[in-house]
């Protein structure tokens, strides 16, 4: 009886999650529910599930859809741009249950918003899957914003590691739109600091996409789920135009988050299976859309 009750309560938790979150297939504009849209990844290597690291519904769909995920596919591997590289024995430690959670989150430098990552984490945890801490150090992007990246080639071997072997700035529609992301601040910026806030975000996804592909190249067969800020990824941009590059042959999904005022009938963007696979469409009205 008590264990009818609890999965009664986890599917009432689940339904409400769902009810602020839907899914877009882009190719057909029909509306799959999370385990279809799961099954209908059976055949990529690599899903990046773009997010707004502010808004709560879709964190909520991250962990069910997770959930869904390692049920379907027990050979998954977590990637996390909340996480970086040189916390990866942090990381390890605490999957091997040798260091406790108030350890893992002040030595991982865990997120301000550490409680909708922790989860995921702990899915991890629990079911004996590898985590990928992808991303590049702060500290290195950071300094590439302050003065470019021309000192990462004459960084100590063990700090030069922690970064992508090349890097690239491509002059292409990721640059276009991260340019007009940052004018649209309304702040001023001069041509070299432009390219250097350019290059930081550019040294991000050339280090997340070569921490996943030699993941992938050490094991093979695994189905790597990485979770970014919709920016990296959207329009197949950014961390996925190097990933793939890396790896021509690789198949990979991209999950995109759209605001709207009605998700039982959304009105949807031009050009939607240019963006992603999957939109995820979140209540634009809700109080966590507007924080």
Partial sequence: MKKVLVMSVLAIMMSCAFAQTRFVDTKTELMPDTKAVAKELATYDVIMFGELHDIEALHKLQEEFSHVLVDLFPNLALSFEMWERDVQPIV???????????????????????????????????????????????????????????????????????????????????????????????????????????????????????????????????????????????????????????????????LSPHPTEDLENPILPLSMEHRADYLILFNAGTEEANR
């Fill in 92 to 254: 390890d430690q605490y999957l091997a249950e040798n260091l406790s959670e108030s350890e893992f989150l002040k030595q991982s430098r865990a997120w301000t918003n550490y409680e909708d990552y922790l989860p995921l984490i702990n899915l991890a945890k629990q079911r004996r899957l590898e985590v990928i801490a992808a991303n590049v150090p702060r500290e290195y992007a950071t300094r590439v914003a302050r003065e470019g990246w021309e000192f990462v080639d004459n960084l100590p071997e063990d700090e030069r590691k922690l970064i992508a072997r090349k890097l690239s700035a491509p002059d292409d529609d990721y640059r276009n739109e991260f340019v007009e992301t940052i004018r649209m601040g309304g702040h001023e910026f001069s041509d070299k600091d432009l390219e250097n806030y350019y290059r930081a975000q550019c040294i991000k996804d050339d280090t997340m996409a070569e921490s996943i592909a030699d993941f992938l190249k050490r094991s093979p067969g695994t189905k790597v789920i990485h979770y970014n800020g919709d920016f990296h990824s959207r329009n197949r941009l950014g961390t996925v135009s190097r990933l793939q590059k890396m790896m021509p042959n690789l198949k990979i999904a991209v």
